[in-house]
């Protein structure tokens, strides 16, 4: 239930994404019509329309893909329709007389002036309207479809998003009520209701021609990169907790009035107890250790670490991992790294083993192929991070990067209470460097964005995405957070490989730090890379995986730092140029 109600009002904060600003105009063209026969309908089928793109999104899939691309053209062009026939009465009787002259009176009631819309014609609308929503995901809706993805599209997840577009259809509905009250107020005052009419029309088809560009993804994202996100993820922050073993987001309060009781102990943390920590049985292989169980680890206090290794996030946490087992080790803290994978690369065991070399990792490692502890725990992030205590109960979890302090300080609450004489001691500061360096989060206005076909966004080169096949792509001048190919690329589930030499990528962001996923491919030959920002040589911009000329080799799949701006931060145009063949290229991230 608490997870419905996150869903919800993640949905209702929706309306304030700057995505949404296009849409808009097609719901307030609506306003003043009747609420059974028009606004209800609409709403209906726009909701249902998202629950089911965002449910495809979820299984994935090249089908699901274009269905999209195709439903999203569809819609743009129904919409553009609508908008004109909005504009002027001359073009919306042009536009409607075939329809009615072939039986279809769906568009036939918005076309003409002064006529009742059926509830059918404000359904297909609706639907319409939900296609072009669906890509206004924020961290809430993102949470829902990382759970599809790593526990199965089920019914589960089609309720949750249901509930998502419900809150959206909300959100809307009021903003339709307030828009149909001042527009009813304006006909009685000013008697300009065909004006008003056409205004909507131009607004419908500007926001159609906003769309069609690109812009709502493009231009948008200069006025705001995050300004939903930031309240969806207050909403996670107040509401969000340790999973439960009903549902596989719920969260039970971390701040639950429980208190350890131990008469035998002089110190007792106020760290309250969140359940019995499960099991550590699962994992098809323990690295630096043989496999670790809850009996041999009574009487420890354990701090269980959900890491991948291609992970920007879980990268930049590892240094106070690293330094906080160090440092305690001989108070009796154990830290378990538990290697959950996102791409299938990271599955391959020689892979984690150098990336556990290269991050000069020592304690124990559990590689969790198949989810099990994962899902044991019922975890939906990474990274994250579980305290157990001395009697194997869950005291303490953060999921994501950031409250270090805060993590360290409840190490040392549960080591005294465990026993252990500790000294009073500050906080670890690491010296991090390259991409284990913390963010410039001031400074970022670019997110994370997958060249993968199943959760590609902002892709704008001209030939259009195709899955699974060879084709020649090219790429001009990208907006901002938008990228394409230029070369010969095979676009697959999750990675684009580049089949011919000499291919690029560009991509336009605003960050201190970019960074880019990359292999050297199925030959595990290297592969030789040249990086420009804004066409020349980064220089002192350059990032750890590059040099002042912007050369590097890519001779294992891992995360590489391409751009790390030294001056002053802002929007650039960046650009790989892979000198070989067989490059296997996954995500960007940004810090």
Same mark, same amino acid.
């Given at each position: 239930?608490?997870?419905?109600?996150?869903?919800?009002?993640g949905?209702? +904060?929706t309306?304030?994404?700057p995505?949404?600003l296009?849409?808009l105009?097609?719901?307030?063209a609506?306003?003043?019509?009747?609420?059974?026969?028009?606004t209800?309908?609409?709403?209906?089928?726009?909701?249902?329309?998202f629950?089911?793109?965002?449910?495809?999104? /979820?299984v994935?899939?090249s089908?699901?893909?274009?269905?999209?691309e195709?439903?999203?053209l569809?819609a743009?062009l129904?919409?553009?329709?609508?908008?004109?026939?909005?504009?002027s009465?001359?073009?919306?009787?042009?536009?409607?007389?075939p329809?009615?002259?072939?039986?279809?009176?769906?568009l036939?009631?918005s076309?003409?002036p002064?006529?009742?819309?059926?509830?059918?014609?404000?359904?297909?609308?609706g639907v319409a309207?939900?296609?072009?929503?669906?890509?206004c995901?924020?961290?809430i809706?993102?949470?829902? +479809?990382t759970?599809a993805?790593?526990?199965?599209?089920?019914?589960?997840t089609?309720?949750?998003?249901?509930?998502?577009a419900?809150g959206?259809?909300?959100?809307?509905?009021?903003?339709?009520a307030?828009?149909?009250?001042?527009f009813t107020?304006?006909?009685?005052?000013?008697?300009?209701?065909?004006?008003i009419?056409?205004?909507?029309g131009?607004?419908?088809?500007?926001?159609v021609?906003?769309?069609?560009?690109?812009?709502?993804t493009?231009?948008?994202?200069?006025l705001?990169?995050?300004?939903?996100?930031?309240?969806?993820?207050?909403?996670?922050?107040?509401?969000?907790?340790?999973? /439960?073993?009903?549902a596989?987001?719920?969260?039970?309060?971390?701040?639950?009035?429980a208190?350890?009781?131990?008469?035998d102990?002089?110190?007792r943390?106020? +760290?309250?107890?969140?359940?019995?920590?499960p099991?550590l049985?699962?994992a098809?292989e323990?690295?630096n250790?043989?496999?670790l169980?809850r009996e041999?680890?009574?009487?420890?206090?354990?701090?269980?670490?959900?890491?991948?290794?291609?992970?920007?996030?879980?990268?930049?946490?590892?240094?106070y991992?690293r330094?906080?087992?160090?440092k305690?080790?001989?108070?009796?803290?154990?830290?378990?790294?538990?290697?959950?994978?996102?791409?299938?690369f990271?599955?391959k065991?020689?892979?984690?083993?150098?990336?556990?070399?290269?991050?000069?990792?020592?304690?124990p490692?559990?590689?969790d192929?198949?989810?099990?502890?994962w899902?044991?725990?019922?975890?939906s992030?990474w990274?994250?991070?579980?305290?157990?205590?001395?009697?194997?109960?869950?005291r303490?979890?953060?999921f994501?990067?950031?409250?270090?302090?805060?993590?360290?300080?409840a190490?040392?609450?549960?080591?005294?209470e465990?026993?252990?004489?500790l000294?009073?001691?500050t906080?670890?500061?690491?010296? /991090?460097?390259?991409?284990?360096?913390?963010?410039?989060?001031?400074n970022?206005?670019?997110?994370?964005s997958?060249?993968?076909?199943?959760?590609?966004?902002g892709?704008v080169?001209?030939?259009?995405?195709?899955?699974d096949?060879?084709?020649?792509?090219?790429v001009?001048?990208?907006? +901002?957070?938008?990228w394409?190919?230029?070369?010969?690329w095979?676009?697959?589930?999750?990675?684009a490989?580049?089949?011919?030499?000499?291919?690029?990528?560009?991509?336009?962001?605003?960050?201190?730090d970019?960074?880019?996923?990359?292999g050297?491919?199925a030959?595990g030959?290297?592969v030789?890379?040249?990086v420009t920002i804004?066409?020349?040589?980064?220089?002192f911009?350059h990032g750890?995986?590059?040099?002042?000329?912007?050369?590097?080799?890519?001779?294992?799949?891992?995360?590489?730092?391409l751009?790390?701006?030294?001056?002053?931060?802002k929007e650039?145009?960046?650009?790989?140029?892979?000198?070989?063949p067989g490059?296997?290229?996954y995500?960007f991230?940004?810090?």
């Open positions: 239930m608490t997870l419905i109600i996150i869903a919800y009002l949905g209702a +904060l309306i304030l994404s995505c949404i296009p849409i105009p097609f719901v307030f609506r306003a003043g019509q009747p609420f059974l026969r028009s209800l309908p609409m709403l209906i089928g726009m909701s249902v329309t629950a089911l793109v965002a449910t495809l999104a /979820a994935g899939g089908w699901a893909i274009h269905a999209n195709y439903g999203r569809a743009i129904l919409l553009a329709v609508f908008g004109l026939s909005l504009l009465p001359r073009i919306a009787s042009i536009i409607s007389q329809l009615v002259d072939s039986g279809n009176r769906l036939n009631a076309g003409r002064g006529s009742v819309p059926t509830a059918a014609s404000s359904f297909i609308l309207t939900g296609l072009l929503w669906a890509p995901a924020g961290p809706l993102g949470l829902l +479809l759970g993805a790593l526990n199965g599209a089920n019914l589960q089609t309720f949750l998003l249901v509930a998502y419900a959206a259809a909300t959100s809307l509905a009021v903003a339709l307030a828009g149909g009250r001042i107020g304006m006909k009685r005052s000013l008697g300009i209701s065909e004006r009419r056409q205004a909507l131009a607004a419908v088809l500007f926001g021609a906003v769309i069609a560009l690109g812009l709502d493009g231009l948008l994202a200069r705001s990169y995050a300004s939903t996100a930031t309240l969806e993820q207050a909403v996670l922050d107040r509401l969000q907790a340790r999973p /439960a073993a009903d596989f987001h719920e969260i039970a309060s971390n701040n639950v009035a208190t350890v009781r131990d008469a102990r002089p110190f943390s106020k +760290l309250s107890v969140e359940g019995e920590a099991s049985n699962g098809v323990w690295l250790s043989p496999p169980t041999q680890l009574r009487g420890k206090v354990v701090l269980i670490d959900f890491w991948t290794y291609s992970c920007i996030n879980c990268i930049r946490t590892i240094p991992v330094a906080w087992a160090e305690y080790k001989e108070q009796g803290l154990v830290v378990i790294g538990v290697h959950a994978p996102e791409f299938a990271e599955k065991i020689d892979n984690v083993r150098k990336a556990i070399d290269d991050f000069k990792i020592g304690y490692v559990a590689i192929n198949d989810y099990k502890i899902r044991a725990f019922e975890n992030y990274p994250a991070h579980y305290l157990i205590d001395a009697k194997g109960q869950i303490y979890h953060h994501g990067e950031g409250s270090y302090r805060q993590t360290e300080q190490i040392q609450d549960l080591l005294r465990a026993g252990n004489d000294a009073a001691t906080t670890v500061t690491p010296d /991090a460097k390259g991409a284990e360096a913390s963010p410039d989060l001031k970022v206005r670019s997110g994370e997958y060249l993968g076909y199943e959760r590609a966004a892709f080169s001209p030939e259009g995405l195709r899955a096949v060879a084709k020649v792509y090219s001009d001048r990208p907006a +901002l957070n938008e394409g190919l230029s070369g010969t095979t676009i697959g589930a999750e990675r490989v580049l089949d011919r030499p000499d291919g690029s990528i560009v991509y336009r962001f605003s960050a201190r970019l960074h880019l996923v990359l050297p491919g030959t030959k290297p030789r890379f040249q804004d066409g020349k040589a980064p220089g911009d750890a995986d590059t040099d002042s000329d912007g050369h590097g080799l890519i001779d294992s799949t891992r995360l590489y730092q751009v790390r701006q030294s001056g002053q931060v650039r145009t960046f650009e790989i140029r892979f000198l070989d490059l296997e290229a995500a991230t940004f810090g």
